[in-house]
Structure formats: structure tokens, C-alpha cells
T-cell receptor, first 113, second 115 residues
Framework: DTEVTQTPKHLVMGMTNKKSLKCEQH?????MYWYKQKAKKPPELMFV???????INESVPSRFSPECPNSSLLNLHLHALQPEDSALYLC????????????FGPGTRLTVT | AQSVTQLGSHVSVSEGALVLLRCNYS??????LFWYVQYPNQGLQLLLK??????LVKGINGFEAEFKKSETSFHLTKPSAHMSDAAEYFC?????????????FGTGTKLQVIP
């Protein structure tokens, strides 16, 4: 099984809402990632978890809060977002060691109104 | 530090023609190189990767790429384009940046296939 799943597929939220994005993989990967992708742009790295610990935060605003409850799950909690945060949010996973590719989920299309 | 340059944000080819998407990289350590494809409103799917060994790498859907260290290139080719190849293609390099492993993506090339 080389699948990364993400829920929901689409999300519309107001600027005062609190919502969460979920990601799951069962490939035994111990590195998991959140990316943000705007239209016609490459993915931008947001967070990296390695062995369930946050190892990289690419200076992401605190209105985005990641969580890794266990080795298979990754959440992204959203609060007080801005319209410019509307984007495709991609989750990925990989083995921790070098040279291994990342497997991407289908993404959550987020619209902030 | 590492970087990736994809030449041509849009490439158009006729169905059945050769596909050539260009990628040049910069890396201070031996690079691990990848090509991903993205269809509209979907995630990225790995086409192929180069880590070590054979410099000509074959991937899925008939794509292949050749690692040329002297030219710092990793161009993607397919002998005969199919309509289903129309998508966005990203070249990526995985190396070390700021003390940790990081994947850097190119800006992408949108492939249009003309019937």
C-alpha cells in the first residue's frame, strides 16, 4: 500500500472558524510533511515531522498548528485564517533516510472566506 | 544550498511527438533527483528518481530521465506523447539545506499535448 489519504477533500471556512485537516499513511514511514500549494506554483514546505517530533517549521504563522498523534497520522489545525491562506494543502510521507522519495496525498482544497 | 531550474513554464507537443522537459540543478552534495507529475486538483505522483548508480533512469508511463553530472541536468523525456500526459511536471532535488534534509521543487512545466 503506497497510499497517503487526506480528509476532507474540500473545505470552506470563515476567518473565525476552527477546522482541522487530516492525513494518514500505512507505509511505515517515519517522516511526514505538510505543504501549501498556490495555483500554478510548486509546493511550499510548511512542517516536517520525524519520528513523531516536529523537526522543521518553515516560519509558518501560528494560525497553522500541526500535530502528529502517532506514526501514521498527521493533523493540521487551522484557526483564524486569512483569505490568502486559501490553497491546496498537501500531505506527504517518506522514509527518514536519504534518497527516498516522498509520497503525496491528493490534497485538501481550502477556501477561506 | 540547492536549487532547481526548469526551463520553460509551458511546453506544447503534438500527440506522438517527443516530449523533452528540461531540469538543471545545483547542489553542494551528491543530489537525489526526482520528477513528479501533478494532474489538476490532485497530489504529486512520482514518475522516477535518481539516487546512485545507473544514470539513465526509467519511470512510469514510458518516461525516462538521464542524470548528467557534468551538465548538472536531469531532463525528462518520453518518445511519444499521449493525450493523457498533459499535466504539470515538477523536477525536485533532495539534499541538505540549513542542516536538515529538504526537497526543493522547480517552478514546474505545464505540458500541453495537441491532438
Amino acid at each position: 500500500d503506497t497510499e497517503v489519504t487526506q480528509t476532507p477533500k474540500h473545505l470552506v471556512m470563515g476567518m473565525t472558524n476552527k477546522k482541522s485537516l487530516k492525513c494518514e499513511q500505512h507505509m511505515g514511514h517515519r517522516a511526514m510533511y505538510w505543504y501549501k500549494q498556490k495555483a500554478k506554483k510548486p509546493p511550499e514546505l510548511m512542517f516536517v515531522y520525524s519520528y513523531e517530533k516536529l523537526s522543521i517549521n518553515e516560519s509558518v504563522p501560528s494560525r497553522f498548528s500541526p500535530e502528529c498523534p502517532n506514526s501514521s497520522l498527521l493533523n493540521l489545525h487551522l484557526h483564524a485564517l486569512q483569505p490568502e491562506d486559501s490553497a491546496l494543502y498537501l500531505c506527504a510521507s517518506s522514509q527518514v533516510t536519504q534518497g527516498h522519495e516522498q509520497y503525496f496525498g491528493p490534497g485538501t482544497r481550502l477556501t477561506v472566506t | 544550498a540547492q536549487s532547481v531550474t526548469q526551463l520553460g513554464s509551458h511546453v506544447s507537443v503534438s500527440e506522438g511527438a517527443l516530449v523533452l522537459l528540461r531540469c538543471n540543478y545545483s547542489s553542494s552534495v551528491p543530489p537525489y533527483l526526482f520528477w513528479y507529475v501533478q494532474y489538476p486538483n490532485q497530489g504529486l505522483q512520482l514518475l522516477l528518481k535518481y539516487t546512485t548508480g545507473a544514470t539513465l533512469v526509467k519511470g512510469i508511463n514510458g518516461f525516462e530521465a538521464e542524470f548528467k553530472k557534468s551538465e548538472t541536468s536531469f531532463h525528462l523525456t518520453k518518445p511519444s506523447a499521449h493525450m493523457s500526459d498533459a499535466a504539470e511536471y515538477f523536477c525536485a532535488v533532495r539534499g541538505f539545506s540549513g542542516g536538515y534534509q529538504k526537497v526543493t521543487f522547480g517552478t514546474g512545466t505545464k505540458l500541453q499535448v495537441i491532438p
